[in-house]
Each structure stands twice: as structure tokens, then as C-alpha cells.
């Protein structure tokens, strides 16, 4: 049969020039020229030292036949379809702002600014910049807004489908899965990966189902990988792409310039990463000192691309997203916003949570493979990062977004662990019922999504009231007002 040969130092490289793009945009046509010439020259070098760099071994080859090929495609397409990307299908509750969002990117002047009301627009929107850009070109070339949108569309579908592709082919190398049923697998398994939200729903709910069963513990949830590109797939995607990244050896100096560069996709799921960052760091400085190879250490952290990371790109990511109105209201842990006292209502919610979605996982993962340190920073990690709260209010967004890293990881565990199974055992019955348990979370978005198309007797019903944020009233988490007052705004941004 007929296969193809992936070369993944290339596929590798592929995928940081994908995350790499759209911030490039942003730094050479958002600041000021004077800070993104040199910006551009350092992006143009590092591409080049990317692309020429060698593999780091001759055999590093993933190697696929057709029919699995072209089910990964049709898987990718399907997927990225379904969530509502492109305004094809139906769309979340939550795209009504990603859409204005969107919208604006592409019918204002970059930096978009709202000069009425003195308001730009500050997210993190780098899944946005490439279609929004293809956008502009077709008003430029002299088509209405309202066909610009459509194509942006268009574009934003195909350009997260690659993003999903890249980040499925590097999961297949990591995970060994090369035949066509190890595919097939994969592919199931990580879009049905969840927590087993069923349970609580159950305890909590009864068999009262309302659509979304994630929220059983009202102020606590673990986002399933497909609830993730339902609702957040702006973060999603790049952050699927990075943690592959992360997983695949090799890159390891390009790893810091890849959490870096999900800053831009979601400052939340790369506080998320951040364990794992760390963790990598020190298992390569535990190689390199035990090859008694101290220059390869040096050279990690000090080399133009980590240089250029930190010292420039961070700041003006900082400088950037702390314009933003929403970020006044400071971070906050959940007993300085609740009342969290024993026996409290969120008290008892949290308690549930940890017990039923963590420690399950854990339990479960634990009895199947006690040595795999991805299970314990991802548990650990859900545990600290699920007391934290950013934003106004109660907001949810940073907690559910910044466990979404090790939901990705603990799936990548379940998948690997599937595949080097040779026979079936209790391994194989553990991870089974794990994975047949949780799917019933994604299940009930494809549910609520068919409800709604039947309901709307409509596929494409597209979530798109807002329209844009040039509004006195706009959104404080997509906003920064005052803007003559922001550093950003004052001395970077290309503005006035």
C-alpha cells in the first residue's frame, strides 16, 4: 500500500512558523515603526536559522499510508466544521464575541481603535490576524465588507483545519500511531476525551440533562477537548500545536520561544504550559549535565531566539494585554471571591469537583502507568490553577482555560498508554470505561448543537449578535479604555 513520508524536524518547523505568523503581523503592523523594523529583521533571521536547521536525526520520519492520510484530513475538516468555525455550522454562545472580535480586525485600521469613544481593542486574537488579513486584501481589492466577511470566513476555516492537521500529524509520531486503526483511535479518543462529567451531573442534576454537563458544578468545570474547540477555539488549536510541540524532542531550545508565541493564541493556557515548561527545562539540563555537556546548556537559554523572546516579545505582550479595562480588577484565589467557609454551597462544589473530575482522572491514570510524570504535574496543576480567578466578577475563563493544557496532556497520556497496549487487560478495560464515561461531555455539545439546527431549521446558525465593540459600552474583556493613558497605546502602538 501506498504511504507518505512526513519529515518531522519539518512538520516541527512548520508548526512554529504557523504560531510565529500572526504574531509577526501583529508586531510589524500594529507598533510603531521604529520598533518594528528591527522586529521584523529578528523574525526574518530566525525563519531562516528555522528553516535551514538541521534534523536532528535521519530516521525522525513519520510514515503514514493513504487511507490513514485522508482520514486525519476528513477527521480535521469534520472536527473544525462541527465547532462552528467559519459560521458553517452551529456556533456556541461565546462566538457572539469572538465574531465581533473577529469583524473588527477586519473592517478598522490596525491598531484597531475605537477614536470615538477613545477604546482599543485588546485580546488575544492571534488566531484572527492571517484570515483578518485576507479580509482587508478583498476590501482593498474593492468588494463590499459584507464579502470580505464571508471569505474571512473562509480563510479562518482553512487556516485552523492546518493548524489541527499540524498538531494531529506530531501526536501521531509522539504516539507511535503510524497503521490505520492506531489513526483511527487516536483521533477518537482525543476528541472524546473528558473528565467524567456524567457523574456529578448525576449527583447534582439527576437525569436532567439541559445540553452543557460541564457546569454541573456551577463555578468549577474541566473543559473537554471538544468543548474546547466548541467554545475557545482560538486557544485551542494553537495550544493543541504547542503542546505537541512541547512533546516532540528535538526543539528543545525552540520550547521557550513556543510558550512565548501562546502568549499571543492564550496568555491562560500558556500559564497552563508553564509546568510543563518547566519540567522540560529541567529534564534536558539533566541530560546535557550528565553528558558533562555544560556549553549545550548556556546555549539553550542563551541563543537569539529565547534572547529575542523574552527580552522583546514578552514585554510588549505585557505591555499589551495589562491595557486591557478587565485586568484592573486584579487576580484573585476563589475564597477571596466566595464564601468558602465548611460546608459552604461553593465549598461543597469545589470539594465535588476535586473528587469527582481530578482525582478520577489521577486514580484512574495512576493504576495504569504510576510512573508517567505528565500525570501528576496535570493534576497538580488543575488543582492550583482551579483556585485562581482573573478578571471582573466571578469570571470562569481563566480557570477553564488555563486547565485546558493538562486536559491535552492527560489525553496524550490515555492515547499513548491505548497504543502500546498489545492485548487486551485491565489497562485496556481502565482506559475504556475512562474514555466511554467522559465522551458523554462531547456528546452532549453534538446534542445541544443538533437541537439547536433543528430548532433554527438551519445548519449555519451563527452566533453574531454583537456585531462590533465600537461602543462606549464595550465588552471590558475584549477592551482598554482610556487609551491616550496606556503606556502601550502612548509610546508602541502605530497610533496617531
Not at 440533562?209 to 466548541?230: H, K, M, P, Q, Y
Not at 484512574?364 to 505528565?374: E, G, K, Q
Request: hydrophobic share 55%.
Amino acid at each position: 500500500m501506498n504511504t507518505i513520508k512526513f519529515n518531522i524536524d519539518k512538520l516541527k518547523n512548520y508548526g512554529i512558523l504557523y504560531l510565529s505568523l500572526p504574531l509577526f503581523l501583529f508586531c510589524v503592523l500594529w507598533l510603531k515603526l521604529y520598533i518594528a523594523l528591527p522586529i521584523l529583521l529578528i523574525f526574518i533571521y530566525i525563519i531562516i536559522r528555522l528553516l535551514r536547521r538541521k534534523g536532528t536525526a535521519a530516521d525522525n520520519i513519520l510514515e503514514l499510508n493513504l487511507p490513514a492520510i485522508i482520514l486525519i484530513i476528513l477527521a480535521v475538516l469534520f472536527w473544525c466544521y462541527t465547532s462552528g468555525i467559519g459560521g458553517g455550522f452551529y456556533q456556541s454562545w461565546d462566538q457572539h464575541f469572538k465574531n465581533a472580535a473577529f469583524r473588527d480586525l477586519i473592517n478598522f485600521k490596525w491598531p484597531v481603535i475605537y477614536e470615538r469613544y477613545n477604546i482599543g481593542l485588546v485580546y488575544y486574537f492571534g488566531i484572527w490576524i492571517v484570515p483578518a488579513l485576507m479580509g482587508k486584501l478583498v476590501i482593498f481589492l474593492g468588494f463590499s465588507k459584507n464579502v470580505a466577511w464571508i471569505f474571512s470566513n473562509i480563510f479562518l476555516y482553512l487556516w485552523c483545519t492546518l493548524g489541527l492537521l499540524l498538531s494531529m500529524l506530531l501526536l501521531c509520531s509522539y504516539c507511535k500511531c503510524h497503521k490505520f486503526l492506531k489513526v483511527l483511535m487516536l483521533l477518537g479518543v482525543f476528541m472524546a476525551f473528558s473528565s467524567p462529567d456524567i457523574i456529578g451531573h448525576f449527583i447534582v442534576n439527576g437525569i436532567y440533562f439541559t445540553g452543557n454537563i460541564e457546569w454541573w458544578s456551577v463555578d468549577f468545570a474541566l473543559r473537554s477537548n471538544t468543548t474546547s474547540i466548541f467554545w475557545a477555539y482560538n486557544q485551542a488549536i494553537p495550544l493543541w500545536l504547542a503542546g505537541s510541540l512541547f512533546l516532540e524532542a528535538g526543539k528543545e531550545k525552540y520550547i521557550p520561544l513556543v510558550l512565548v508565541l501562546t502568549l499571543f493564541y492564550s496568555p491562560f493556557c500558556a500559564i497552563g504550559l508553564v509546568p510543563f515548561y518547566f519540567y522540560f527545562i529541567l529534564m534536558y539540563i539533566k541530560k546535557k549535565v550528565s553528558e558533562n555537556n555544560k556549553k549545550d546548556i548556556v546555549s539553550y537559554f542563551i541563543n537569539i531566539e529565547n534572547v529575542f523572546a523574552y527580552l522583546v516579545i514578552l514585554p510588549i505582550l505585557y505591555l499589551f494585554y495589562t491595557s486591557n479595562t478587565s485586568v484592573g480588577s486584579g487576580l484573585r484565589l476563589i475564597w477571596q471571591q466566595f464564601d468558602m467557609s465548611f460546608m459552604s454551597t461553593v465549598f461543597i462544589e469545589y470539594v465535588l469537583f476535586i473528587c469527582i473530575e481530578v482525582v478520577t482522572l489521577f486514580l484512574c491514570l495512576f493504576i495504569i502507568d504510576r510512573h508517567n510524570v505528565y500525570i501528576y504535574i496535570s493534576c497538580i496543576s488543575i488543582l492550583l490553577l482551579s483556585m485562581v480567578i482573573i478578571g471582573e466578577g466571578t469570571e470562569v475563563a481563566f480557570r477553564i482555560s488555563a486547565t485546558m493544557p493538562a486536559v491535552f496532556f492527560l489525553s496524550v497520556v490515555s492515547i499513548k498508554e491505548l497504543s502500546e497496549i498489545k492485548k487486551i487487560n485491565y489497562k485496556a478495560y481502565i482506559l475504556g470505561a475512562l474514555i466511554l464515561i467522559g465522551a458523554i461531555t462531547p456528546l452532549m455539545e453534538y446534542a445541544r448543537a443538533a437541537n439547536a439546527i433543528r430548532q433554527n431549521r438551519s445548519l449555519a446558525v451563527v452566533a453574531d449578535s454583537i456585531r462590533t465593540y465600537n461602543s462606549r459600552f464595550a465588552d471590558h474583556n475584549f477592551a482598554a479604555d482610556n487609551i491616550d493613558e496606556k503606556f502601550f497605546y502612548k509610546y508602541m502602538a502605530n497610533y496617531k
